[in-house]
C-alpha cells in the first residue's frame, strides 16, 4: 500500500482522522502489501500516516524520492548528505525498511552503488530500490546497488518490463546467477509468467502505446517515464498537434521554478498541466504563477504555494506567492492540524443515499473522492457487474456476428450475438441488432459521434467582458451559476477540469447571467463560449 502521507491518494491534504482511517483499512486488508509513506520528502507530513501505520502493528516502509539527477558530485543539489539525513530521520520515527524512489529512473550506476553503499554505512535499516527503466539503464543501476548491498528492488516480469516500467526481473536474475547475490529463481518458470503476461497484454494493446525503445533524453527531462509516455496524447487531446517536444521542454523548466522542490506527484502534475497548456520554453516564475483574465490558478498550484506540502521552496518573494495564492496567506504548520475531522456519521449517510452496501470503505473513499464513488455506484446500478465481461468485448465491443456468454450471476448466463447496426436516424440514435438467448432483439441508443460530428463551437471574443470563455481546453467539472444569477467580478462562475487539475473560470465584470451554452459533463476548446452577462 503507497500513500503519499498527508495527501493520502490524492493532491491534497486531508483531515488526520481520515489519514488514519485509510491507514487502518488498509492494515487490515488480508494478503496486504506493505505499508509505504511519501511525501514530497518533508517528514512532518508523512508523521500521522507512519504513527498510524506503526500502532496497526505493520511494516512501515518511508520513502524518500529521488529527484533530479543524481550523480554523486559535489555539484547536485541533493548530496549525498541530504539523503542521509533523512535517512536517519525516517529511521528515528520508526520507520522498518527505508526506501528510495526514483520515478524519472535518474539514478545512474555508479551513482546507485555510491548513494547504496553510503546509505548502508550510516542506518541500520534494510534499503529498498524502486526505479523505471526508462533509459535502459537500470538493470545495471540494479547490479551495481546489489554490489554495494541493497535488500530489495522492484522488478517487472520480462514481457511487462523495462522502458517506463520497472528493469526486468528475468535479466537481474540472469545477470545474479551463479553470484554472492543469487536470487534463486528459476529462469524456466520465469518464463511460463512471462508467456501469460504477454498474453494478457494483447487484450489491452488499445492502451498500449508507450515508448517503443529506451529514451535517455529522460536525463535531460528528469520527468517520471509514465508522464514523458502520457505528454504525447494527452498535448494531441489538448488540440495542440505534435508539440510534445516543446510541452516537454516546457514542463521540464517550469519544474525549475520551485528551485529546491523534489519532484513528487502534486510539483509534476501541476508542472505538466503548465506545460501542455502554455508550451513556452523558459518560463519565467512569476508567468509560471499568472493566469489570464477571467480565470484563477489551478487549485492544486494554491495549495502549493500556501506550502501545504513542506516548507516554503518556490524561488520567488514570500509576497508575490501570498499574492497568487488568491490572498490566502502560506501556513506555518502540517496542514492536518488546520483542518476540521472528517464527518464519517454524514459522508454515512450520503453513501447510504446510493450505495447498496455502505461500509466503511465506501465511506472512506467518499470523503476522498465523492464525485468519483457516486459516479461509480451510479454506473454499477444502470449497467450491472461489469467484471463477468470479457475484457475484449468491454474494451473493443463485439465484432459482427460474434457471440458471446455472460455470467450475470451464479446459474445465469446470457448468450448474446451481435447482428448488426442500423442508420443514424435525424436525433443521432442508431438501432443495435442482436440475439439474446437466441431471440432476436433491437434497441436504439444514442450515437455520441454523431453529436460531436455536427457540434459548433462559439468563441468567446477576448475584448467583450461580458463573453466568459473556457481557459484551457477540458471537461466542464461545475457550473455555479443560472440563468437570471448576479455575479460579481472574479467570482467563480465555472470549474474546468484537464489532466487531473481543476481551472476555475470567473466573471470578467459584474452584472447578471444572460446565457450558459454548455452544461456540466460538456466537453470544451479552449476558448469556446461558456456563459455570458449583461
Not at 487531446?237 to 525549475?256: D, E, N, P, Q, V
Request: neutral net charge.
Amino acid at each position: 500500500m503507497l500513500l503519499r502521507g498527508a495527501n493520502a491518494v490524492g493532491y491534497s491534504n486531508y483531515p488526520d482522522n481520515l489519514i488514519r482511517a485509510f491507514v487502518k483499512g488498509g492494515c487490515a486488508v488480508r494478503h496486504r502489501r506493505i505499508p509505504r509513506v511519501r511525501l514530497l520528502n518533508w517528514i512532518p507530513g508523512m508523521e500521522i500516516a507512519m504513527d498510524e501505520v506503526l500502532k496497526q502493528g505493520k511494516l512501515c516502509r518511508g520513502h524518500h524520492v529521488l529527484h533530479r539527477r543524481h550523480s554523486g558530485s559535489a555539484h547536485d543539489r541533493y548530496t549525498l548528505e541530504y539523503y542521509v539525513n533523512m535517512a536517519k530521520e525516517l529511521e528515528k520515527r520508526g520507520a522498518h525498511l527505508l526506501a528510495i524512489k526514483d520515478m524519472s529512473g535518474l539514478l545512474k550506476p555508479y551513482a546507485a552503488k555510491k548513494l547504496i553503499s553510503t546509505l548502508k554505512q550510516e542506518v541500520g535499516l534494510p534499503i529498498h530500490l524502486h526505479t523505471h527503466d526508462t533509459s535502459g539503464n537500470q538493470v545495471a543501476a540494479y547490479l551495481m546497488a546489489a554490489e554495494a548491498g541493497v535488500d530489495i528492488v522492484d522488478c517487472a516480469i520480462d514481457s511487462m518490463s523495462s522502458t517506463t516500467s520497472q528493469p526486468s526481473l528475468n535479466a537481474v536474475v540472469a545477470a545474479l546467477e551463479g553470484t554472492e547475490r543469487d536470487t534463486g529463481l528459476e529462469l524456466t518458470e520465469l518464463q511460463k509468467l512471462t508467456d501469460y503476461w504477454a498474453d494478457v497484454r494483447l487484450r489491452y494493446e488499445h492502451f498500449d502505446h508507450g515508448l517503443k525503445s529506451p529514451v535517455t533524453d529522460i536525463y535531460r527531462y528528469e520527468m517520471p517515464g509514465g508522464q514523458y509516455t502520457n505528454l504525447q496524447p494527452q498535448v494531441i487531446s489538448l488540440g495542440l498537434g505534435t508539440a510534445s517536444t516543446r510541452s516537454r521542454r516546457c514542463t521540464s523548466r517550469s519544474m525549475t521554478c520551485w528551485a529546491a522542490s523534489s519532484k513528487g506527484d502534486p510539483l509534476l502534475q501541476d508542472g505538466g498541466r503548465y506545460g501542455h497548456l502554455h508550451g513556452t520554453e523558459r518560463p519565467d516564475p512569476r508567468e509560471y504563477l499568472h493566469q489570464g483574465q477571467g480565470s484563477q490558478l489551478p487549485r492544486l498550484r494554491c495549495v502549493l504555494l500556501q506550502r501545504h506540502d513542506g516548507p516554503a521552496r518556490l524561488g520567488l518573494p514570500r509576497s508575490a506567492a501570498e499574492d497568487r495564492a488568491q490572498g490566502r496567506k502560506p501556513i506555518t504548520c502540517r496542514p492536518g492540524e488546520l483542518l476540521p475531522p472528517a464527518d464519517f456519521d454524514k459522508a454515512w449517510k450520503e453513501v447510504s443515499a446510493f450505495c447498496p452496501k455502505t461500509d466503511m470503505k465506501q465511506v472512506i473513499a467518499y470523503c476522498f473522492y465523492p464525485k468519483v464513488v457516486k459516479e461509480f455506484w451510479e454506473h454499477a446500478k444502470e449497467y450491472g457487474y461489469l467484471m463477468r465481461m470479457g475484457s475484449h468485448v468491454f474494451f473493443n465491443g463485439m465484432a459482427l456476428g460474434e457471440t458471446n456468454k455472460i455470467n450475470i450471476e451464479d446459474g445465469k448466463t446470457l448468450v448474446i450475438k451481435y447482428i448488426g447496426l442500423g442508420e443514424l436516424d435525424d436525433e443521432g440514435n442508431r438501432v443495435v441488432e442482436f440475439e439474446l438467448n437466441g431471440m432476436r432483439r433491437e434497441v436504439s441508443v444514442p450515437d455520441p459521434s454523431a453529436a460531436d460530428s455536427v457540434k459548433q463551437v462559439t468563441l468567446a471574443d477576448p475584448e467583450d467582458k461580458s463573453q466568459i470563455g473556457a481557459s484551457i481546453p477540458g471537461l466542464v467539472s461545475k457550473i455555479n451559476v443560472k440563468v437570471g444569477d448576479t455575479v460579481e467580478e472574479n467570482q467563480v462562475i465555472a470549474v474546468i477540469e484537464a489532466m487531473k487539475m481543476e481551472t476555475s473560470v470567473t466573471a470578467r465584470m459584474a452584472g447578471k447571467v444572460k446565457s450558459i451554452l454548455v452544461s456540466e459533463g460538456s466537453t470544451v476548446k479552449a476558448g469556446e463560449l461558456l456563459i455570458t452577462v449583461e
